[in-house]
């Protein structure tokens, strides 16, 4: 890959930063959000080259995507995957050793196979993280959870699969280019809903929302960590 796209990837990560860091200033927060950067359907190579910028958490999508791609590249790289999971790839998917936080659980099938992957996998000392997602748009397209039911969902995880751990709820969100998206309000407030049902505090149960159209409205609000790929590594072909 030649020396003007890694650089390009590395101003494209300061630039992203710097934007969620004056989000989170303007919000008045004290945490600064966790960047995640998406690389689904790019080559390792850029994985590669914002890896040598100091990136260290990417998303990926696809289950044999992930797998192979993590099999090439550093064994320090924290994997989310944020994909539409079937049950019957669990077992891959928990192959990767450096799998950090699973975002996409929506329905229990999920979670019970993840759990007894993660369970089964010999090359995992620590229970696997996994975050809830949540259909905050209500568009059929998406994935998710209804919104009300993340509580239920999340119980079954807490209570049920005592190889995960559940870090939080995840969502997509909608296409609405207010300051104060509605989709993320309703975010914030299924994680009121779960926190109560479980009896922890909102604030031990982080949100991921935020992409490359709406991230700092979405740290603005209230995000833990937002997920971008085109702003990073550019445009991707129609489906993905
Ligand atoms: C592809 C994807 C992203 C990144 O989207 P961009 O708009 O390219 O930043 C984030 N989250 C999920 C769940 C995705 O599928």
């Not at 969100?173 to 104060?180: F, I, L």
Request: proline share 3%; charged share 20%; aromatic share 4%.
């Amino acid at each position: 890959m030649s020396t003007n796209v890694s650089a390009g990837i590395a101003d494209a990560l300061r630039d992203v930063s710097a934007r969620i860091d004056a989000a989170a200033k303007d919000a008045q927060r004290t945490s600064t959000p966790r960047l995640v950067a998406v690389s689904k359907t790019k080559p390792a190579e850029m994985v590669q080259a914002a890896y040598g910028a100091g990136q260290r958490h990417f998303g990926e999508n696809y289950v044999q995507e992930l797998v192979t791609k993590a099999s090439t590249l550093p064994a320090d790289i924290r994997w989310h995957f944020i994909g539409a999971l079937q049950s019957n790839k669990a077992k891959l998917l928990l192959n990767v050793p450096n799998l950090y936080l699973v975002e996409s659980v929506d329905r229990e099938k999920t979670a019970s196979a993840l759990n007894k992957a993660a369970g089964a996998a010999e090359n995992r000392t620590e229970k696997l993280r996994v975050l809830v997602q949540v259909n905050t748009s209500g568009e059929e397209s998406k994935a998710g959870c209804a919104i009300g039911t993340a509580a239920e969902l999340a119980e079954y995880v807490a209570q049920s699969c005592e190889h995960l751990v559940l870090a939080g709820l995840m969502t997509i969100g909608a296409p609405d280019k207010s300051y104060e998206p509605a989709a993320f309000a309703s975010l914030v407030r299924e994680r009121e809903a779960v926190a109560a049902r479980l009896g922890v505090e909102a604030a031990s149960l982080e949100l991921s929302m935020g992409m490359s159209g709406d991230f700092e409205a979405a740290v603005r609000m209230g995000s833990d960590s937002v997920r971008v790929g085109s702003l990073l590594f550019g445009a991707r072909q129609y489906p993905a």
